[in-house]
Every structure is written in C-alpha cells, then in structure tokens.
C-alpha cells in the first residue's frame, strides 16, 4: 500500500479512531510498536474509563448508600447509574436484576452457591459443556460434592462445536441447571445458546450463560435469550478490573438466599435474626468496588458510542482476515475452527511450544496469551498441553495481524 492510499485507509476506518482512545497503545516494546493481541484476558482501557475512576477518586470519592453527605450522595448516584446502563446494556427489565459482583467467576459462584446449594438434592444433574472455563466447572463441582448431585458434560467436536444432539440426550427430568459459555475462550466458538436454553427450559432446569467472552464482542439480550443468569466481567469489556455482573431473573433472586453476609446486604440485624435487605443488594455484602463500577459504566457508554453491532462486524472481518493469513503458515494448526466464531485464534506450531511462540512474538512488540487458558479440559480434547492464542478488540487492525504473521514467520526461523 502506497503512503497515500495508506493515510486514505487510515482517515476513512474508524478502527484508526478507536484506537487513538486507548493510550497503552502509544508505547513501544523492545523498540517496536506495541500489538496488542491477549484481549481475551483483559481488554485495554480507553481514556474516558481512566478519566472516569480518576475524577471519582479525585473528587467524590466516599462510601455508598449509608451516608447522609453531598460526596456519599453523589458516589451512590453514580454507582446506581452505572447498573442502569449494565441493565440497558444487557436488556434486562429492571436494574433489581443486576448485582454487582467481582467478576464472572464471582457471579458464577453466587449462583452455585445460592441457587444450587439451596435446590440440588442427590442425584439431581448440572448439565456443561466441554468448553467450559475452568470457572464453570469448579463451581459445580464444589456445589455436587455438598449436595450429592452429579456433573454431567456435553461433548464438543473436531471443530469445537457443542455437540447438540448429544447435548439433548443429556437433558432430563433429573436435570436441574444447565451452565454453558456463551462464547468459548479458548476456542472462539459462539454457542447455540438460544436452542440451549429453550432445550433446558423444556425439562424445567435453570440456565446459566457464563459471557465472559460475549459480552465484549457480540450483542446481548437477556430477556430475547430468557436465560435465567447471566454473568460478565468489567475488564474484557474496556473496565476496570475487579468489577462484573451477575444478571438473574428477579424472581429467582428474589427467592435465593444471601451469598455472602455483612453490611449493605441487611435492613435489621440483631443477635436474633437478620432481615435481608431488598434486590439486588442483599447479594451485595460489604463496600462494594464503587470505582470499579462507575468505570464500568463508563467503558458500556463507549462501547454504546461505537455500537456493539458495529465493533462486532469489525471483530469478524478481523477474523477472517487473519485465519485465511496464519492458513499458509507452514506447520501451524488452528485449534477451534466451528463455523460460528468470535475473535480469538487458538494454534499450535510442529515442534515448537506455545510458550516459545509467546516469548519470540513479546520481543516482536506482538503481545498474545500461551498455556491452557484456564481450559484444561479443552487442552485435554486436543491432545496438546497449551495453545497460543491471539485474540482480537475493537481497536485491533490488519496491520497488527500483519505483525502477528510476520513475528510467527520469525518463530519459524529460530525454530526452522
């Protein structure tokens, strides 16, 4: 691409735009510019999340709900305000169905420990999938051995598609909940979770939708999906670390047990008893990550800017571009390959270990994530003990596939 082709692609892609909102891209590394591609771990920040948490420390930092000054007011009229926009963003019917919690792996467990402590009886059946994250998998597991019920797994294929048909067989009368991924992360399959849902619902169990990896890259709609939870973390989706969000019909949680107790979760306490406190905060136990959640709502007011239909398209071309670019790497395998994907790229090389590919590619300037992914099983699925893993934001460009192709040419050398 000549200069002048190449300053016109770079005016009329809005890609170009995006990322000027996310000054961890201006750096170098090892001398070369840095290309950020392990956004399936966490997703960069753009400013207006930065200046966000920073004006709230600077200039109304205090405790929420409790207190009777202007500060505590404000910081609780901003932390509302941030559950608002999650049940916007989500499409939920009220913000009652949103609880605040540390990440998807916390939501996740609110509900197994909640929910499943309280209904699972021995010889009931959770029902996953065998591309769960190892978070929706321990959890179950926890919950079936202090309640005698079983952990069954839907296989997947070659490809890394839920094996359907097999998953239907699964289902029964003695099937309680169903906890699959919404999208793998380590493989980028997008499940099927509306049949998911409606399949479970038909034998009257419960759904849990683990977006850890959806929520960032693909449109949501809790009430059009009707799972019954729904989990997501802050910091893949442009947030701070350390906040996420559990979703949950407001029936359920309204009969669900506390998770956790201690202040803002009570209305009365005495050494008798306790009286809850009302949705969602009685699953709320303690200061909750105010920051946290306001830069949340921060990072959803970004994403609603761009469009998440439109980051999405982006996403998906990007993909494209880049499987058809590592397709005619000789000795490279992609792991993953179902039909319906969002933006991650699993591979390995002949003969080489995903963590040398990680290692030559950091001195490249190209940032990408080697190991398990917290997906042993999956690893165990394919026979390998790790993969590497480029995995794709909005702010990505082909120039940075680009960089990821040639930093894996520079792996073949070495390893030639």
């Given at each position: 691409m000549n200069a002048t082709k190449e300053a016109l692609v770079r005016h009329v892609e809005p890609v170009y735009r995006w990322r000027e909102d996310f000054p961890v891209l201006k750096q170098q590394v090892y001398g070369k510019p840095l290309v950020y591609l392990d956004n399936a771990a966490t997703s960069q920040k753009p400013a207006a999340v930065i200046e966000t948490?920073?004006?709230?420390?600077?200039?109304?930092?205090?405790?929420?709900?409790?207190g009777v000054h202007a500060l505590s007011q404000k910081a609780t009229d901003a932390y509302e305000a941030a559950r608002e926009k999650v049940a916007r963003f989500l499409n939920a019917r009220s913000a009652r169905e949103i609880v605040f919690v540390r990440g998807c792996t916390e939501g996740v467990n609110l509900v197994a420990q909640s929910y499943g402590r309280a209904i699972l009886k021995p010889g009931d059946e959770i029902l996953i999938t065998a591309m769960e994250h190892h978070s929706n998998i321990v959890p179950w597991q926890i919950v079936c051995r202090e309640t005698g019920a079983v952990l069954k797994v839907?296989?997947?294929?070659?490809?890394?598609e839920l094996v359907f048909e097999a998953f239907e067989k699964l289902l029964s009368e003695r099937t309680k909940i169903v906890a699959a991924v919404h999208v793998s992360n380590a493989l980028g399959t997008i499940n099927p979770v509306e049949r998911i849902v409606e399949r479970a619902h038909a034998v009257g169990a419960k759904v849990l939708l683990d977006g850890a990896q959806a929520a960032p890259h693909v449109p949501v709609d809790v009430q059009a999906l009707d799972c019954?939870?729904?989990?997501?973390s802050g910091h893949k989706?442009?947030?701070?670390?350390?906040?996420?969000?559990?979703?949950?019909?407001?029936a359920l949680l309204e009969a669900m047990p506390p998770y956790q107790g201690g202040g803002d979760m009570i209305k009365v306490v005495t050494f008798e008893k306790?009286?809850?406190?009302?949705?969602?905060?009685?699953?709320?136990?303690?200061?909750?990550?105010?920051?946290?959640?306001?830069?949340?709502?921060?990072?959803?007011?970004?994403?609603?800017?761009?469009?998440?239909?439109?980051?999405?398209?982006?996403?998906?071309?990007?993909?494209?571009?880049?499987?058809?670019?590592?397709?005619?790497?000789?000795?490279?395998?992609?792991?993953?390959?179902?039909?319906?994907?969002?933006?991650?790229?699993?591979?390995v090389m002949e003969g080489v270990h995903p963590h040398d590919i990680g290692t030559i590619l950091d001195h490249q300037g190209v940032a990408i994530r080697?190991?398990?992914?917290c997906a042993m099983p999956v690893m165990d699925r394919y026979r390998v003990p790790a993969t590497a893993r480029a995995?794709?934001?909005l702010y990505n460009t082909r120039e940075d596939v680009d960089a990821l192709?040639?930093?894996?040419?520079k792996v073949q050398e070495v390893f030639g």
């Open positions: 948490e920073r004006r709230y420390y600077e200039e109304y930092n205090a405790n929420v709900h409790r839907a296989p997947i294929n070659d490809a890394g019954d939870f729904y989990a997501f989706l442009y947030g701070p670390t350390g906040i996420g969000v559990l979703y949950g019909k407001e306790t009286l809850y406190n009302d949705l969602p905060y009685k699953f709320e136990a303690g200061t909750p990550h105010i920051a946290g959640a306001v830069g949340l709502g921060a990072a959803l007011d970004y994403v609603a800017g761009i469009g998440i239909e439109t980051i999405a398209a982006h996403e998906h071309a990007l993909l494209q571009y880049a499987t058809e670019a590592v397709s005619g790497i000789k000795g490279l395998r992609l792991v993953g390959t179902a039909r319906r994907k969002a933006g991650i790229l699993s591979f080697a190991g398990h992914h995995s794709f934001a192709v040639a930093g894996l040419r």
